[in-house]
């Protein structure tokens, strides 16, 4: 178990230095609480002396790593951090402060639920902090959750697992059900933040001594410049964008002014191939550069999210936020494996949350397709691949994207930004691969090479058909 902080230690270990408390019109009670719950006072009055606090959470505005956010810290030592009606004036005046001077709102979390002692009074300010939560969201103001040990009941289900990202300290009781109402037998390991980690519930673990610089970093990047122009990328394509036709891009009207990204310069070989047969190879060959490199290359420093947050993770689907050219970039990159179902949602997760924020987005497409095992189909395959269509189809900032290696059917294009997509010389994109093409068709394995050729998949055809954008060049040409 992780050790537990008061909540004005936890503010401290975050921030620079000030925290300017937000003062709220304390709401009066009578006797006991809306209940009349016998002893409630005498409760409330031990707390607050023990603490020396006088609800359950505390709510002010600060900086941490120079960029000013309004932060609500839980204190568990009140009522084990209980939400009641003065709680959920709290956090709503929170979040009404946020909103009106456009901050973002970090949460530092340490919870046992809603307060018996008020009952469904209580259990009601789990709505009214969802609404603000969603009106916050809606203003496009980023929503950071740090979860502290215990944080479980709708106090998880509403700050923490409804912020846009959500981190965790090491050890650290994370679940609904709280440890005196679950199931006898229940596994203790399954209530914790690494195995919410695990099931993509939370973006990742972070120990208490790098919480205020990985918080700062990713202030930073989810407030910082997203909008200043973009030198156009180096490419052997038409620069201009389809107005008409199969590629034309459907101007939403949410759509932002945002700048697009540019690609990223291809890494591999700068040789197109002859037929098909050989960029297939390219795109397969296990020395051609893949997402870490080009991620490497591209962003001075970034941060990723991980999980759908229905219950799945794909380390073959990297998704996060990160620095490029002093603006930020939001990016999803594949990286060579069958994509599974929860890759596609944490993709489409990234989408959105950038569009929110009015962050652009680039993609890197590198996938052999979708993951086709029974467990991909238990697991939702064709609903998640639809979900990534219709994100990157709605997408409210530019879409950019890059195919680096193999660009496998409708498991990749889900992934592809219409009208603005470019290619590698080392990469191919075909409606199905050549010897799964052959074998439908029913031709023997000496006709895949011809197959390939007659599928139009390398770099040239490509843009030859107007499917891509250009080639991107080559580094230091």
């Not at 909103?99 to 300010?125: D, F, I, K, N, Y």
């Not at 090491?170 to 679950?182: I, W």
């Not at 999980?307 to 002093?326: A, E, N, W």
Request: with cysteine; net charge negative; glycine share 12%.
């Amino acid at each position: 178990m992780t050790e537990r902080r008061a909540a004005r230690e936890a503010v401290a270990l975050v921030t620079d230095g000030e925290f300017d408390e937000l003062s709220v019109p304390v709401r009066d009670f009578k006797p006991d609480g809306p209940l009349s719950w016998q002893g409630y006072d005498d409760s409330r009055a031990r707390a607050a002396a023990r603490t020396g606090e006088e609800e359950s959470v505390v709510c002010g505005r600060a900086s941490i790593g120079g960029t000013p956010a309004v932060l609500i810290a839980f204190e568990f030592g009140f009522l084990g951090g209980s939400l009641g009606e003065r709680t959920g004036d709290r956090l709503e005046a929170a979040y009404s402060y946020a909103r009106e001077h456009r901050l973002p709102l970090v949460s530092l979390v340490a919870t046992g639920g809603s307060r018996m002692q008020e009952g469904m009074l209580a259990l009601t300010q789990l709505q009214r902090v969802a609404r603000q939560s969603a009106l916050t969201r809606e203003a496009g103001l980023a929503q950071i959750a740090v979860l502290r040990d215990p944080t479980t009941g709708g106090g998880w289900a509403t700050l923490g697992a409804g912020a846009d990202v959500t981190l965790a300290l090491p050890g650290a009781q994370v679940g609904f059900a709280g440890s005196r109402v679950r199931p006898p037998g229940a596994d203790p390991a399954a209530y914790t933040a690494e195995a919410q980690v695990s099931a993509g519930a939370v973006d990742a673990v972070v120990p208490p001594e790098a919480l205020r610089e990985t918080l700062a970093l990713w202030l930073k990047l989810l407030t910082g410049p997203s909008t200043r122009a973009a030198p156009p990328p180096p490419a052997l394509g038409t620069p201009d964008l389809p107005a008409t036709g199969r590629n034309a891009h459907v101007e939403l009207p949410t759509s932002p002014p945002t700048p697009a990204a540019p690609p990223p310069p291809a890494l591999g070989t700068p040789d197109l191939p002859a037929t098909g047969r050989d960029a297939v190879q390219n795109a397969r060959s296990p020395h051609r550069p893949h997402a870490l490199a080009y991620l490497d290359v591209y962003f001075t420093r970034r941060v990723e999210i991980s999980g759908d947050r229905c219950g799945g993770t794909d380390p073959g689907m990297l998704c996060g936020f990160g620095s490029h050219d002093g603006r930020t970039v939001a990016y999803a990159a594949q990286c060579g494996t069958a994509t599974r179902p929860a890759g596609y949602r944490t993709a489409a997760r990234l989408i959105r949350l950038a569009g929110r924020l009015g962050i652009p987005v680039l993609t890197l497409v590198d996938t052999p397709g979708a993951a086709n095992d029974a467990e991909a189909e238990r697991q939702g395959a064709g609903s998640a691949i639809a979900d990534l269509f219709a994100a990157v189809a709605t997408a409210r900032t530019p879409v950019t994207t890059l195919v680096i290696g193999e660009g496998g059917s409708g498991g990749a294009l889900a992934l592809a930004a219409p009208g603005n997509t470019w290619v590698t010389p080392d990469s191919y994109f075909s409606v199905i691969a050549p010897e799964l093409a052959a074998a439908i068709l029913k031709r023997p394995a000496g006709e895949v090479r011809a197959t390939a050729d007659q599928l139009r998949i390398r770099p040239q055809d490509l843009l030859d058909l107007g499917v891509v954008r250009g080639i991107v060049g080559i580094v230091g040409e």
